[in-house]
Nanobody, 121 residues
Framework: QVQLVESGGGLVQPGGALRLSCAAS????????LGWYRQAPGKQRELVAL???????NYDDSVKGRFNLSRDNAKNTVYLQMNSLKPEDTAVYYC???????????????WGQGTQVTVSS
């Protein structure tokens, strides 16, 4: 069974930076897409950044130019570098991966446990 473990959240001042990490473990798999979503209290979960299997990354307009998604294949880890943070970035951030077992066409969705990011002075 696949598990996603997130880390890197915390409290940061406006204009500061954080790097979130998401490490995957479990069965052998093929990554179809991966990225990050976030959810603020009373709001729907929204896309932050998503990398598709073709290598392209889609960023929400609110974070474009400030956030950067990257991955380390050797560590089975995806990162979200967040720069120039704003109070409106405050939310629980969730790692998201779409996986298939090798040799399978079935795509399964997985979510991390969530990590709190608070931007405040």
């Amino acid at each position: 069974q696949v598990q996603l473990v997130e880390s890197g959240g915390g409290l940061v001042q406006p204009g500061g930076a954080l790097r979130l990490s998401c490490a995957a473990s479990g069965s052998i798999f093929s990554i179809r897409a991966l990225g990050w979503y976030r959810q603020a209290p009373g709001k729907q979960r929204e896309l932050v950044a998503l990398m598709s299997s073709d290598g392209s990354t889609n960023y929400d307009d609110s974070v474009k130019g400030r956030f950067n998604l990257s991955r380390d294949n050797a560590k089975n880890t995806v990162y979200l570098q967040m720069n120039s943070l704003k109070p409106e970035d405050t939310a629980v951030y969730y790692c998201h991966v779409r996986l298939s077992r090798w040799g399978s066409s079935v795509v399964n969705y997985y979510w991390g446990q969530g990590t709190q990011v608070t931007v405040s002075s």
